[in-house]
């Protein structure tokens, strides 16, 4: 063996995670909530990583993410839910101060927060048989949405 | 210095984060908060990772993770804000549909959300002094558990 | 070429995540919602990565990070939500044990989460164009808050 082929060998042996970004892009309805997942699924197949972590990223003040069982009845209680938490029709200092009504959505994506993380393994998301990953359009107007995908792994 | 020696000075120089897979393994009674700090902590000294930050993400819809100061107290007092939230007696669509009544209990685990992200250094999960890792147990019966943690580090 | 000058040639094309840690520090008001976003990006430009995320965690039990619009309206709105959400001002066992009367700031925390992850792409957070990161000041007194900002990319 020469030097040169030594040094290949090592090489070869590093391991390294690398960080792969992706977009997705959907038009939503008021209150919608958007099953992603498939979509999500899509993305993480078009990178080379086997196992890692997906962060799910929206950029924007009224929307968030989170995981449900997606079925109507749920996404019914889960707008009842979040009527409970931020009703729409309170006084907000927001609205009385930009008039765009919209308080409510607000404080609904500030208490739901704008990111998850998702393990990944043997190039599939982690997730339980009734678990999907969703998309809450809280804003009051339909909307484009482009969240950012951003996976970290080997 | 010959040829190959200066390859493997700078070989030992690379960095790079590598991903390790864990997963612990619980029994739950409804409605438990369960401490798993210390399971999440052997798991992550089980690698050879010193610092980074791990995931701890749940595989399901009716569980979630937060972090709280793990005393009786706030442990019924946590149960009494979700009853508050989502209470267990309201009518859920979820319910009527399915008849396994844990309509509440779904929509607990979306509001919470599946996962949560720890940094960590020189091997330990970096956490305030009175803050510990929870699992909270939000179906209306026992389950076995299994969490997926995913740590990503150097 | 020699044999060492292919070594080079070849670790130059490495790829590989790195971890980069920082801190930030500063003093709270009770109840305050802090705009973090300006320090959490010089942090991020005091590293050498260009794409990746960031976990902006907070070590302690009575503290949250989520993003927001950050104006006056919202600000109080937030407020009002959170004292809808867990009240002041109700019987908390944390507070009948330990007399510190900040069970709700504790099931506030809980609640809202302790961790964020933001994506960031060159050397820039990617953050909505009405979206700050903000930390949560759930505590009912002044504090000294040190947050974790854990870095991993390229």
């Known amino acids: 063996m020469t030097a040169n082929e030594k040094c290949v060998i090592r090489l ?15 038009e939503t309805d008021k209150g919608e909530v958007v099953d992603i997942t498939d979509e ?19 950029p924007g003040a009224t929307g968030a993410v989170t995981t449900i069982e997606y079925e109507d009845g749920l996404v019914a209680d889960l707008g009842d839910a979040l009527e409970r938490i931020a009703p729409q029709n309170i006084d907000y200092s927001h609205n009385l101060r930009w008039h765009d009504g919209n308080g409510h959505s607000h404080i609904r994506a500030s208490l739901i927060g704008p990111s998850l993380i998702v393990p990944f393994a043997a190039r ?21 949405r482009k969240l950012v995908l951003q996976m970290m792994g080997e």
């Open 12 to 26: 070869s042996d590093e391991r390294g995670a690398l960080i792969e970004t992706r977009y997705i892009e959907f």
């Open 40 to 58: 999500v699924q899509k993305s993480l197949e078009s990178t080379s990583l086997k196992a890692g972590a997906m962060v799910i990223f929206v």
């Open 124 to 144: 599939r998301l982690i997730l339980g048989t009734w678990q999907q990953i969703v998309f809450l359009e809280l804003d009051n107007r339909k909307r484009h």
